[in-house]
């Protein structure tokens, strides 16, 4: 004990280093070098991966959405078989022919509007419904937006009729090449159809 600083307890010099728990490697956790590595890695993969999974499921979507309006025109074009009234028959019942051009599904005057513009062969103002003979342009077979988007499939792309041996048997969209089977710079198949 010094003399000039009386003390009550007497010190004790002992390390606490002992006493602290000890830590396995195991629980210690993750270092910040060790977490940027594995996001790396992780952003690696995303990337090679998440690209071709996101055109396969766009491809899909619009596939099934063409199909879908390629349906609703063949259902306008030939009307429905399981309406049995006689409200809404199709194009081909009503006028007697299939339609020149798919703006005539849409308009009995194809010279006025928004329909001046589009040229196709046998351009004509379609006869008006006859009620007592049930016959004429008995629609809009189709809804108009002002845009004719119902023109196109959903890659843009014009939707034409299927003629085989100068027979129509349906529609068809150039599907996702974007170019019709039987073009130059299609390599496959990938047409979308739909029959009458």
């Known amino acids: ?3 000039g600083f009386p003390s009550l ?5 002992e390390s606490i280093i002992p ?3 000890r830590t396995s490697a195991k629980e210690r956790g993750w270092s910040l070098v060790e977490l940027l590595v594995v996001i790396s890695i992780l952003g690696i ?17 619009r596939r099934v959405a063409t199909g879908q309006a390629l349906r609703m ?11 049995q ?10 006028v007697g022919r299939l339609p020149r051009h798919l703006i005539e599904l849409a308009t009995d005057d194809p010279f006025e509007g928004i329909y001046a513009k589009v040229m196709y062969v046998g351009k004509e103002k379609l006869p008006v419904w006859d009620p007592y003979l049930k016959k004429g342009w008995n629609g ?9 988007n119902y ?4 890659w843009r792309v014009p939707v034409r009729f299927h003629v085989e041996d100068n027979d129509t048997l349906g529609l068809k969209s150039a599907g996702p090449d974007g170019v019709f089977y039987g073009q130059p710079g299609s390599v496959t198949d990938d047409d979308i159809r739909v029959l009458f």
């Open 19 to 21: 006493h602290m728990k």
């Open 140 to 148: 809009p077979y189709v809804r108009e937006d002002g845009n004719m």
């Open 1 to 3: 004990m010094d003399a």
């Open 151 to 154: 023109l196109d499939d959903a």
């Open 73 to 83: 025109l063949r259902e306008a074009i030939m009307g429905n078989p399981d309406v």
């Open 9 to 13: 307890t007497p010190v004790r010099l």
């Open 45 to 61: 993969i995303l990337a090679f991966f998440v690209p071709p999974i996101v055109g396969r499921i766009t491809t899909h979507a």
């Open 85 to 94: 009234d006689m409200v809404l028959t199709g194009f081909k019942h009503d």
